[in-house]
C-alpha cells in the first residue's frame, strides 16, 4: 500500500503543480463560485469565504493528509497564483488499485494546452508512484471540451452513468471514461 509522505511537487516545461494552502481559500471561492464551474461540475458554490476554506480543508488538504488522494494546484512557473486544480480522490490501495481523477481551470487558461501537459504529470505519478491500475473520471456529457482531452490522452469511454448525480432537483448523467496502467506504459 502506498503512503504519502512530504507532498509531491510537480514541474513540466511550463507547469507547477504545488501543495494548496489556506492562503490559496480566496481563489478557492472565485473558481469554483463561476457558474459555469458549479454547473458542468455539479458541485455548489462555497457558502462564503467561510465554506470555501472548508471545502479546500475537505477536498485538498485533508484528502492528502488523511492519505485518502492528493489534489494539486496548478500554477504556471514563476507564479504562484493558482490557474486550476487536479488530482486523485476515491483512490482505492488494495485489490483494485484505481483512483478518480478530477481537475479544472480558469477559463483564461483553456484552450492552450495546460491541463493537457499537467494531467501527463499526474497520470505518470499516478501509474508510477502511486501504483495506480485504473484512473476513471466522470464527465458532464455536454462537457466537450473535458471529453476532448481525455480522448486526447487515449483515455477509454466505457459509457453512460445513467442519472448518476442529484444536482439542483434533478438527475444527470455522468460519462465514465478510464485509462489503465498497461495502456499509458504502451503509449511511451
Given amino acids: 500500500m ?3 509522505g512530504e507532498f509531491p511537487r510537480l514541474e513540466t516545461n511550463r507547469l507547477v503543480l504545488r501543495q494548496m494552502t489556506l492562503e ?4 478557492w471561492l472565485r473558481h469554483f ?3 459555469e464551474m458549479v454547473e458542468l461540475t455539479a458541485f455548489d458554490a462555497p457558502k ?5 476554506r472548508e471545502e479546500l480543508l475537505t477536498y485538498a488538504i485533508r484528502l492528502f493528509q488523511e492519505n485518502k488522494g492528493i489534489r494539486w494546484g496548478i500554477t504556471l512557473k514563476g507564479d504562484l497564483h493558482l490557474i486550476g486544480t487536479l488530482g486523485y480522490h476515491r483512490w482505492v490501495k488494495e485489490g483494485g488499485y484505481h ?3 478530477g481537475y479544472d481551470l480558469l477559463a483564461s487558461h483553456r484552450r492552450r494546452g495546460i491541463m493537457t501537459e499537467a494531467m501527463t504529470a ?3 505519478y499516478g501509474f508510477g508512484t502511486m501504483g495506480l491500475n485504473r484512473v476513471e473520471a466522470l464527465v458532464d456529457p455536454r462537457n ?3 471529453k476532448a482531452l481525455l480522448r486526447k490522452l487515449e483515455f477509454y469511454r466505457e459509457g453512460v452513468l445513467r442519472e448518476d448525480t442529484f444536482f439542483h432537483g434533478r438527475f444527470l448523467d ?3 471514461f478510464s485509462l489503465l496502467a498497461r495502456e499509458w506504459r504502451a503509449r511511451k
Wanted: hydrophobic share 40%; aromatic share 8%.
Fill in 2 to 4: 502506498v503512503e504519502f
Fill in 174 to 176: 455522468d460519462v465514465c
Fill in 48 to 52: 462564503g469565504i467561510d465554506g470555501a
Fill in 33 to 35: 463560485s463561476d457558474p
Fill in 144 to 146: 466537450e471540451a473535458s
Fill in 99 to 101: 483512483a478518480r481523477i
Fill in 122 to 124: 499526474v497520470l505518470e
Fill in 24 to 27: 490559496d481559500t480566496e481563489f
